[in-house]
């Protein structure tokens, strides 16, 4: 059997100027940044809730914004979410930056923990009150494509498979599906298993009670690695993500090893407050664009830059995005942001965390608003309009 052809149907749906494939936190800031630049947007979301990682994924850890030199790195829609992050829940932000300082005594970045589920709450609220349209529980199988130019996309959900016409199509999936099955030149980035679950204890209940601090009842449990291999299965080969076989051998083995710890527990004294709802991936597979950012760019500007961040692992370390690391020339209305964008070696691993996914989010949904009031391709922009969109905006540069 060589293969199956779908003879279904695709209904033909609406049209909207601007499409996001992909809710977590560089889809939710495209969306609202296109449509805050005046475009009709649509973001569609495989999962039933917004934030990706951050709340469906539980790594509900905000990095840094600032440099931990005082100095703050990141500012718009990042900031925007960091503060929306804790609006309705608990934070562990410092007191230099506008917070408490609960549970994180000492910690003097930019940076907090929050609630996952009260977050993934307020990201509705934010994008329906900033004019974004919501598509849930809805998975895009294919852009459809003229040559290389994206006409839309096909989804399948309960109503069965349709086609949703758009003028710039954003890929904020995470895995780079999108560009990839347009054409788009794409590599696959390799991972060490981690499955990190949210707990709670009888001691954090007499913690949390005694310091009045809901952070202590959350707890991260994780029966994978760290950031650096730790805790990795011994003999075990790295992890893709790339196939469904190997989403589902990531995903087995984490749960596995997550029981097998709490197996010679005492079952009264602890439960398990929410598992994850995705795999929880690191790195799957990102664009080769125009410029690919490898991390060696310290301190360098970039004069089609589209803001700056810091490094969240150490302080003192400066960059500047470049907009080439958010599109290939050769696909005029596709651009991407979050972890898809083109980095490379360390740059992957500076980039691919909340606030850079929010900042490329934000300047992917203006450069795709920008790109159709000028006509032109989103590699075509007045890049200089665009730096001036994003800096009233709030965005921050070097």
Known sequence: MEGV????????KDSYDVIVVGGGIGGVAAGVSAA??????????KHVNLGGLATTGLISWYEPLCDGEGRQMVGGIAEELIRLSIKYGFETLSEEWGGSRRGRSGYKRFAT???PTLFALALDEYCLQNGVDLLFDTLVTYPVMEGNICCGIVVENVSGKEFY?????????GTATVMERAGVPTAVGENYLSYVVHTISKKAVEACAKEW???ALRIWKNSGSDLWGNGHPEGMPMLYGVTGEDVTRFVIEGKRRMLEKYKSDNKEERDILALPYMPQFRKIRRIKGDYEFDGSEEGKKFENSVGSFADFRAAGRRFELPYSCLYSSAFPNLLACGRIISAKDDGWELT????????SGQAAGAAAAQSIREGVPVGGIDVKELQKTLGAAGVLFL
């Open 165 to 173: 016409g758009a003028k710039v199509v954003v890929d904020a999936t």
């Open 36 to 45: 805050r630049c005046g475009a009709k947007t649509l973001i569609v979301e």
């Open 213 to 215: 601090d809901m952070n």
């Open 113 to 115: 923990r929050f609630s």
């Open 352 to 359: 691919r965390v909340i606030p850079i996914c929010a900042l």
């Open 5 to 12: 052809q779908d003879k279904r149907e695709t209904a033909i």
